[in-house]
T-cell receptor
């Protein structure tokens, strides 16, 4: 079974500063993928960044970077130069890389962190 | 990127009625679609995995007779909430899995309110 834990229900950051959102995971799978999604108040799920378990480099996408520490089973999201529009709920998710079967592509989500950016 | 639509975006219904929510992959074929339920400020809870041409696989605790899922084509899955009650009020999100990119694409969600 897979489990994702986000221990920060809410986080506050000043505009233009960096913020780290924590995510730890538990899995017995050797191959897996880790995702971060942003969900603004509209409800849509916006894909931010992906890290494969065998990727040696930490993933980066613009102002988003993923601090992947495999031994610690953590995949923290770092948002640099926060903007007011970054205020939203953020979800960490994991997918096992199982070939075939109905579970292929299935995601397990963490509890989420509500980020508020102050001007 | 790939586009997934949901219809309706919002629905209000009376207790005891049934509501159908459609999830469409607009520019790719999806053999697998997923249905999630989300309460305010909570995580997405997977309800079921919908596979084209076969029965859906429901997560533990989800009543399959209450939440009917049909995946009749490679671009359409439907979720029907039967005999809806106020406790079924929630945000329902679907996603479609695209094998060629190994990615799930999410729909915009449907907000269901049962009076």
């Amino acid at each position: 079974a897979q489990k994702i834990t986000q221990t920060q229900p809410g986080m506050f950051v000043q505009e233009k500063e960096a913020v780290t959102l924590d995510c730890t995971y538990d899995t017995s799978d050797q191959s897996y993928g880790l995702f971060w999604y942003k969900q603004p108040s509209s409800g849509e799920m916006i894909f931010l960044i992906y890290q494969g378990s065998y990727d040696e480099q930490n993933a980066t996408e613009g102002r988003y970077s993923l601090n992947f520490q495999k031994a610690r089973k953590s995949a923290n999201l770092v948002i640099s130069a926060s903007q007011l529009g970054d205020s939203a709920m953020y979800f960490c998710a994991m997918r096992a890389h199982q070939a075939g079967g109905t579970s292929y592509g299935k995601l397990t989500f963490g509890q989420g962190t509500i980020l508020t950016v102050h001007p | 990127g790939a586009v997934v639509s949901q219809h309706p975006s919002r629905v209000i219904c009376k207790s005891g009625t049934s509501v159908k929510i459609e999830c469409r992959s607009l520019d790719f074929q999806a053999t697998t679609m997923f249905w999630y339920r989300q309460f305010p400020k909570q995580s997405l809870m997977l309800m079921a995995t919908s596979n084209e041409g076969s029965k859906a696989t429901y997560e533990q605790g989800v009543e399959k007779d209450k939440f009917l899922i049909n995946h009749a084509s490679l671009t359409l899955s439907t979720l029907t909430v039967t005999s809806a009650h106020p406790e079924d009020s929630s945000f329902y999100i679907c996603s479609a899995y695209r094998g060629s990119t190994d990615t799930q694409y999410f729909g915009p969600g449907t907000r269901l309110t049962v009076l």
